[in-house]
């Protein structure tokens, strides 16, 4: 079987730094994508983490930990416009690329 | 260039109607994906083509028909929908599917499709 887990809704404040936390137990794991979608919008690619450890792009920031079956997506210097779902997905089967997505986290950022 | 393309963007159909969605990318990706999504819930998938062949097919009622003429398009026959059937069209596509594990999946802006 396969379960993703993520926090439904988060809040927080223009400026602040944000975790949102993904726990996975899957049947294979190849891979943990984060993508940003915003309301009635496609999904748009964030980061990719396949190895443990932090991958950094710009403001946001991935961690995975493959043996506590674990990934934090970080957002800093939060601002109006990424108030947004997020969703974790997983990469389960070897020789495909198909994805297993959790349900998303709704994330509000108030002035 | 990480662009997929969708039409229509909306889309309000019978239950007796037939139609199609469409999707397009020409980053020569030779994998293609249609996925399913409700409202405040995540994407379910429906089909893979990889080379142009169907892969994958999650399990998706026969009133949904995909079609692949070639590397660039994808299409996602409609006939005979339930009001059920009724949500977010999403197709994606990533460079290559096998074996490859930086593979991402880049996803269209999708068809809001309602079926009366």
């Known amino acids: 079987g396969q379960n993703i887990d993520q926090p439904t809704e988060m809040t927080a404040t223009e400026g602040a730094i944000v975790q949102i936390n993904c726990t ?34 710009g403001r946001f920031s991935s961690f995975l930990s493959r043996s506590k079956g674990y990934s934090y997506l970080l957002l800093k210097e939060l601002q109006m416009k990424d108030s947004a779902s997020y969703l974790c997905a997983v990469r389960e089967r070897s020789g495909y ?11 509000l950022v108030s002035p | 260039d990480t ?35 409700k409202a405040k819930k995540p994407p379910e998938l429906m089909f893979v083509y990889s080379y142009e062949k169907l892969s994958i097919n999650e399990s ?5 028909s995909p079609e692949c003429p070639n590397s660039s398009l994808l299409n996602l026959h409609l006939h005979a929908l339930q009001p059920e059937d009724s949500a977010l069209y999403l197709c994606a596509s990533s460079q290559t599917p096998p074996g490859v594990s930086t593979d ?13």
């Open chain 1, 24 to 57: 996975y137990q899957t049947s294979g794991f190849n891979g943990l994508f984060w993508y940003q979608q915003h309301a009635g919008e496609a999904p748009t690619f964030l980061s990719y983490n396949v190895l443990d450890g932090l991958e950094e792009k």
């Open chain 2, 60 to 64: 998706v009622p026969s009133r949904f």
């Open chain 2, 3 to 37: 662009e997929v393309t969708q039409t229509p963007k909306h889309l309000v159909m019978g239950m007796t109607n037939k139609k199609s969605l469409k999707c397009e990318q020409h980053m020569g990706h030779r994998a293609m994906y249609w996925y399913k999504q």
């Open chain 1, 97 to 107: 690329s198909t994805l297993t997505f959790g349900k998303g986290t709704m994330l």
């Open chain 2, 104 to 116: 991402t999946q880049y996803f269209g802006p999708g068809t809001r499709l309602t079926v009366l």
